[in-house]
Each structure stands twice: as C-alpha cells, then as structure tokens.
C-alpha cells in the first residue's frame, strides 16, 4: 500500500470511529458509501491492442459506460468482467490472446472504473450493466471475470438463459458478499454497533440480506461449465470460501487452486491466462 493510501485509510478510520461514537446510524452510511466507492484508478497507458478494438459506449441511469469490441461477427463471443479498483485496460493479455483464437470480445468498464463515468458502484449497479451489455451486444457464449467482477456475473447469469449454456471462467471470484464487508469492516476498525446499521441498509436498498449476494447460492442455478481458479494465498477474496462451494461437488464446475499468485497477480500469470483460454476455447 502506497504512502498517500495509508495516509487515507487513516484518515477515513478516525472519521468514521469518531462519527460511530455520535451516531452509529450516520457511520454505517458513511461507511456504505466508503465502500461503494473505488479510490484507485489505472493510469497506465492501455495496451496496444486497444487502438485495434471498436469503441462501444452506452449510457446507463445519467452514466457513460465505455468498451471495446474486437473481431465483431466472429462465431464464439467472450465477455471480460474486471473487478474493483480494476479495469477492462487490465486484461489486454487474455484479450489478444482471446482474439488470436478467433473470438469476438467485449470488455467494458463498470461504473466509476476506467474510462467509464461515476464516482461509485453497488453490486446492483455493476448487475444492472452486465444486463445492458448482454442486451445490446448479446447473445454472449463465453465468460471471464475477476474478484468483485466473479460475483456479479454469477447474480447476472443465474437469472437468465444465457447462464445456462455457456462458458465461464472465474479467477480469484470475491465469493461472498459479506466476507468483503468483514475484511471492509477490520479494515476500518469498525464495530457491530455500526455493522447492525450496515446490514440494514442493505436491505432497504436492495430487498434482500447481504448473505443474499453469494457465488455458493447462486451457481446453483446455474448449468454452464464453470472453471474456477483460486490462489491459496489470497487475502482479499478468502480461499476458505471458494473451498465451500468445491465441497458441494457441482458436476458442472472444476477447481484449479494455484500457491503463490495471491489476489491481482493470479490473473496476470503465463499458466493462468493459458488455462483460461484453452477452458474457453474448448
């Protein structure tokens, strides 16, 4: 963690402890909206083979979302779902290489992320979006997601027939909702008497608990072939819970579990990126 983040994290902890001892009420607002929002943006230059992909834009509830599309009209479709603090720009190695296969591929960038507009994102928001693209640049045959980008493309596809016959990959999936807001909640040093005020939020938000949001519920619903890669090491999305859905033996879904790779460097690696294309392209 950069010295600036530190700085900031720092800064948010005190606040939002020192609002908590006023009004848990308003903390867990604060808190919510601290946790919707991405603080971290690529400033990378995007690879090369962004000046060979289309330009897609769209615009949802007053936002701009902004893609790309490459080899448009090709007969197998792939759909790339970045996670949080990430970016389309991300996955520049899986996309050439997902082009050189004879794919067509669209990856866009989710609300408040790359070159799309907003400050913030909820998982409803990112749903809302994937919904949209699939709408509009559909129908999709071939899935890739990461981290925050795992769990709403499982919540999108359980819904719909599209998830039914498909091909997803999921690398290092954030697999439960409320394991983020734990490690969200240690993170700020935040107690149950602003966690209660949280959880209700969610649900007058949403309609629903936040164990609602689980990969482990919602893949049972859904029929494609699945593959999932996990690094023991992983301290952001926990292996513990990816582990869980293994244990329910879904006869669709194979696990490949990786030592070393952690969280973001997982899916940047060589043998990592080969396993993907070759589960997509098979």
């Known amino acids: ?24 009420q308003k903390a867990a607002k604060k808190a919510l909206k601290l946790f919707s929002t991405p603080f971290v943006k690529s400033k990378s230059k995007p690879a090369p083979i962004f000046d060979e992909g289309e330009l897609l834009t ?12 490459w080899n448009h009209t090709a007969k197998k479709k792939v759909l790339i779902v970045h996670g949080f603090e990430s970016g389309s720009r991300n996955f520049h190695q899986y996309i050439a290489e997902l082009v050189r296969h004879n794919f067509e591929v669209l990856a866009f960038d989710a609300p408040a992320h790359g070159r799309s507009g907003g400050k913030r994102i909820t998982l409803s928001d990112y749903i809302e979006m994937l919904n949209a693209v699939i ?18 493309l499982i919540h999108t596809l359980e819904t719909t027939s599209t998830g039914q016959f498909s091909r997803i990959a999921l690398v290092a999936p954030a697999t439960e909702s409320t394991s983020a807001v734990d490690r969200f909640f240690r993170m700020f040093r935040l107690g149950e008497n602003v966690r209660v005020h949280f959880d209700e939020l969610i649900v ?44 329910d033996n879904h006869p669709n879904l194979d696990f490949v579990i ?25």
Not at 60 to 68: A, C, E, V, Y
Request: aromatic share 8%.
């Open 1 to 24: 963690m950069k010295l600036t983040q530190k700085l900031g994290l720092a800064y948010y902890r005190i606040n939002l402890k020192l609002l908590a001892l006023v009004s848990p």
């Open 58 to 69: 769209f615009t949802l509830g007053g936002i701009l979302i902004t893609g790309n599309r």
């Open 135 to 152: 709408v509009k640049y559909g129908p999709i045959d071939h899935y890739l997601a990461h981290s925050f980008g795992g769990l709403t």
């Open 204 to 247: 007058k938000k949403a309609g629903v608990h936040l164990s609602h949001y689980s990969i482990r519920r919602a893949i049972a619903n859904i029929k494609a072939q699945i593959l999932w890669i996990h690094d023991e090491t992983d301290k952001v999305t926990p292996l513990h819970d990816a582990l869980k859905v293994k244990e």
């Open 258 to 282: 990786t030592t070393g790779l952690g969280h973001r460097r997982i899916y940047r690696d060589e043998k990592v990126i080969k396993t993907v294309i070759d589960f997509l392209n098979g």
